[in-house]
């Protein structure tokens, strides 16, 4: 059984920041993609950040750009993201994931086969 399993949401002040991790059991964590999305009340669920475990490549939302960084340790089939000066407007439910993604679509939610539980980070100005 796949299971991905999100930690370190919270509460900070704008400017903050929070280090989310996604461990990763029963999956072939080698050689797929590992991503976040978030998902707001009332809006869709986009992408934010995705590395492909094989070789490290990494990928990120525009809004993010700068902000985040998606990191992995392989020795642990864990993924982390790193978000630094936070923004009111990054408060989300956010969730991991993992699929064999096409790189063109990483930001896609309809591509990924397991989901984590989700984990709230909410940002005050």
């Known amino acids: 059984e796949v299971q991905l399993m999100e930690s370190g949401g919270g509460s900070v002040q704008a400017g903050g920041s929070l280090r989310l991790s996604c461990a990763a059991s029963?999956?072939?964590?080698?050689?797929?993609?590992m991503a976040w999305f978030r998902q707001a009340p009332g809006k869709e669920r986009e992408g934010v950040a995705a590395?492909?475990?094989?070789?490290?490549?990494?990928y990120y939302a525009d809004s993010v750009k700068g902000r985040f960084t998606i990191s992995q340790d392989n020795a642990k089939n864990t993924v982390y993201l790193q978000m630094n000066s936070l923004k009111p407007e990054d408060t989300a439910m956010y969730y991991c994931?993992?699929?064999?993604?096409?790189?063109?679509?990483?930001?896609?939610?309809?591509?990924?086969?397991?989901w984590g539980q989700g984990t709230q980070v909410t940002v005050s100005s």
């Open positions: 590395i492909y475990t094989g070789g490290g490549s990494t």
């Open positions: 994931a993992a699929g064999a993604i096409p790189r063109v679509r990483w930001a896609s939610q309809y591509e990924y086969n397991y």
């Open positions: 029963g999956y072939a964590y080698s050689n797929n993609c």
